[in-house]
């Protein structure tokens, strides 16, 4: 069967702002989308990453800024003219009509031909997996099935350019986990350009070619998701993204020199072991993971978290040595920016002393 074809188009976010009542909902967001990829708005509730979703649809105007998709200012046209699909949280699929009938109603209200019609739905249902399904009615289908209802409408409109806000938030964890292999599938194979909002870092580490972290309405780091999770650019990414977090600590907490003063000292607990030698603990707190094992350990006033392998034999109250290389160290700046910053070889010499290398 022929395949949809689909050509993506490059976004073009340029210091758009938005505010209600004197409230910032986004700030000053520069931000560009290529052609054909996958970017992922990342971030807590209130950051703004919706609000910059819906400014790229049309369905918010930009107080200030521009918005370019295909390199033509859309930025005060309606969404009908941005020649765009998009999926929202709700399916928002109309109870009285059948799957077709949901997946074709964009291309009747567009008076598309009949024939075209049911050549689009065709190979929509194929690829989906909703062939079988097409005469049942919404409250006929599982979740999963609503949801590839809710995608087939917009893929079947074969646009260039596809917006989701937070379209799996209602399924269980296991139908998340395939429904997002299957969409990232899907934009790989038409080759749209794919904007896609989540608060959870998972859906946006495994799908993304590009991750937007955002924090109260500005962007904190954008970058492929590799780079955000190796080399955060401020404080709020580094503990934002890593399950668990990255430990953060004040820098001079573990050593006495006074290059570390105004720093933070971030290492992710996966990059924590316990060896013969290293920086005294006591494990405070385990949490047993089958695989892993986190271990919470204090030392003095601060808490380390380490993530072991689960054959690891700790106990609580047992006096342990912690160790990671100096390659695993990331500073901060203490101020509410944070941004990464290069540490005084003082200080990494100090604590490379301190923690030794692991076994």
Request: a negative charge; proline letters at 5%.
């Amino acid at each position: 069967m022929q395949e949809i074809t689909s050509k993506g188009q490059t976004i073009a976010v340029s210091d758009v702002s938005k505010a209600w009542d004197g409230v910032t909902a986004v700030d000053q967001v520069s931000l560009e989308i290529p052609a054909g990829t996958f970017t992922v708005l990342l971030g807590p509730s209130g950051c703004g990453k919706s609000t910059t979703l819906r400014i790229i649809a049309g369905l918010e105007f930009a107080d200030s800024g521009a918005v370019t998709i295909g390199g033509r200012d859309v930025t005060y046209e309606p969404p009908v003219k941005r020649d765009l699909a998009m999926v929202f949280q709700s399916y928002a699929l109309f109870p009285h009509l059948d799957v077709a009938e949901n997946i074709l109603f964009g291309l009747k209200v567009r008076r598309i031909g009949k024939s075209e019609q049911a050549e689009r739905l065709a190979k929509t249902a194929e690829m989906l997996g909703l062939s079988d399904y097409l005469h049942r009615k919404p409250a006929q289908l599982s979740g999963g099935q609503q949801q590839r209802v809710a995608l087939g409408r917009a893929i079947i409109a074969e646009k260039p350019v596809c917006l989701m806000d937070e379209p799996l938030s209602n399924l269980d964890a296991k139908l998340r986990n395939s429904m997002r292999t299957e969409i990232r599938e899907m934009q790989q194979k038409l080759g749209f350009s794919m904007v896609y909002v989540t608060h959870d870092q998972a859906e946006a580490i495994t799908m993304a070619d590009q991750v937007v972290v955002m924090r109260h309405g500005r962007i904190e780091q954008a970058g492929s998701p590799r780079r955000i999770y190796e080399q955060p650019a401020t404080r709020f990414v580094a503990g934002f993204i890593g399950t668990p977090p990255m430990n953060l600590i004040a820098a001079n907490a573990l050593t006495a020199s006074g290059s570390g003063a105004s720093l933070t000292l971030g290492v992710r607990p996966e990059n924590i072991t316990v060896g013969h030698t290293g920086l005294p603990a006591v494990v405070e707190h385990i949490e047993y993971l089958g695989a892993d094992l986190l271990v919470e350990c204090g030392v003095g006033e601060q808490r380390l978290l380490a993530r072991l392998s689960g054959a690891h034999q700790v106990q609580t109250g047992q006096q342990v040595r912690l160790q990671w290389a100096p390659q695993a160290m990331h500073f901060f700046e203490t101020s509410d920016r944070g941004r990464r910053v290069e540490a005084p070889a003082e200080l990494v010499d100090a604590l490379a002393g301190l923690v030794g290398q692991p076994d």
